[in-house]
């Protein structure tokens, strides 16, 4: 058995999990807040209406690309 006075692996561990667990819980807050977001956003282009929009003449039909 041996004792080193200069060991700081167990601190720079608990260091090291102790960051990874707030970056996990910031993560997962993120995460919740932008699933509230998209349901928002879904719900709010389900009120629209379901009825469509009415097209006007060739609007939307040609598409000019430029190379």
């Known amino acids: 058995m041996s004792i080193s006075l200069n060991n700081t692996e167990g601190v720079q561990t608990n260091i090291t999990t102790g960051h990874a667990l ?6 997962q807050g ?8 998209a349901l928002k956003l ?11 929009l009415p ?4 609007s939307g039909h040609n ?5």
């Open 22 to 27: 707030k970056t996990a819980k910031l993560s």
């Open 55 to 58: 097209t006007v003449g060739n």
């Open 30 to 37: 993120q995460q919740e807040i932008e699933g509230q977001m």
């Open 42 to 52: 879904i719900a709010s282009a389900g009120s629209v209406g379901s009825t469509a």
């Open 63 to 67: 598409i000019n690309i430029k190379v």
